[in-house]
């Protein structure tokens, strides 16, 4: 039988967590998500055009909002797993009777509403920049969810592998940071050389922005079929995983 209490219980306390310190977790990732848009928007606004007939300021909002609920998604799995671990109270989460299944789907659901808070902040603040109506908003809305669950498994993950916090850290610079930066937010791919190009198609963050772009534009560098098929299958192995660690104990019970 599933544990709705528990599974509750957890998921709430993994909700309250970040939204005691909104300020830190929802606020300062909007404000971060604003000044890029003034700073790019006013430098090149008037020298790029990613879409024909999109202004660069409207191309550029989706692509900061994507980015955000991405980063903000991986931050709150990662963060409350490694800091539960570091300071011991783990095992109180480890003790009550909850299966692996519930354990994951309360720490992805939490930093999937996390990811999904910022990224409706950002495109609030940003939204007088000039971004129009979603044209197809169920498409949005699939790739936000998706998105987040994506790098919320992903945190997860390095939540659980990482001992220490210089080693999270380093998960985040070195993995996170260029799989979102380099994943056309500031840029339409189609302007890349050939080289650089293939690379961006390797980036599952590039399918994220470009199926998320597509839903406010109905245009996009590839088929929004394959962006939501890439993001979708990296989204069933990467919690897969996740599921299959925490089931196994791996770094969290010895």
């Not at 024909?52 to 409207?58: D, E, F, K």
């Not at 790739?143 to 659980?160: D, E, N, Q, T």
Request: proline share 5%.
């Amino acid at each position: 039988m599933i544990n709705f209490t528990g599974f509750y219980t957890l998921f709430r306390k993994e909700l309250l967590r970040f939204w005691k310190v909104a300020f830190q977790t929802v606020a300062a990732p909007v404000l971060t998500a604003l000044l890029y848009q003034l700073i790019f928007a006013h430098v090149l606004e008037n020298h790029v055009e990613a879409y024909p007939g999109v202004s660069y300021t409207a191309f550029l909002i989706p692509g900061l909002a994507m980015m955000s609920m991405a980063q903000n998604a991986f931050a709150n799995g990662s963060s409350s797993l490694i800091q539960s671990k570091v300071t011991g109270n783990i095992v109180f989460i480890l003790l009550p009777p909850l299966t692996a299944l519930e354990f994951t789907a309360a720490y992805l659901l939490a930093a999937i509403c996390r990811g999904l808070l910022v990224g409706a902040g950002v495109l609030a603040v940003t939204a007088a920049f000039g971004l129009p109506w979603p044209t197809h908003p169920l498409w949005a809305l699939v790739f936000a969810a998706l998105g987040c669950g994506v790098l919320g498994s992903l945190g997860i993950i390095a939540g659980i592998w990482a001992e220490k916090f210089d080693q999270l850290a380093a998960f985040q610079n070195f993995i996170i940071m260029p799989l979102t930066f380099l994943s056309g937010v500031f840029y339409s791919i189609a302007s890349l050389p050939p080289l650089w190009r293939a690379v961006s198609h390797a980036n599952p963050v590039f399918y994220m922005i470009d199926g998320f772009r597509y839903g406010f534009f109905g245009q996009a560098d590839v088929s929004p079929w394959l962006s939501l098929a890439v993001v979708g299958a990296s989204f069933v192995a990467l919690a897969s995983l996740a599921l299959r660690m925490i089931g196994s104990g791996y770094k969290l019970r010895h």
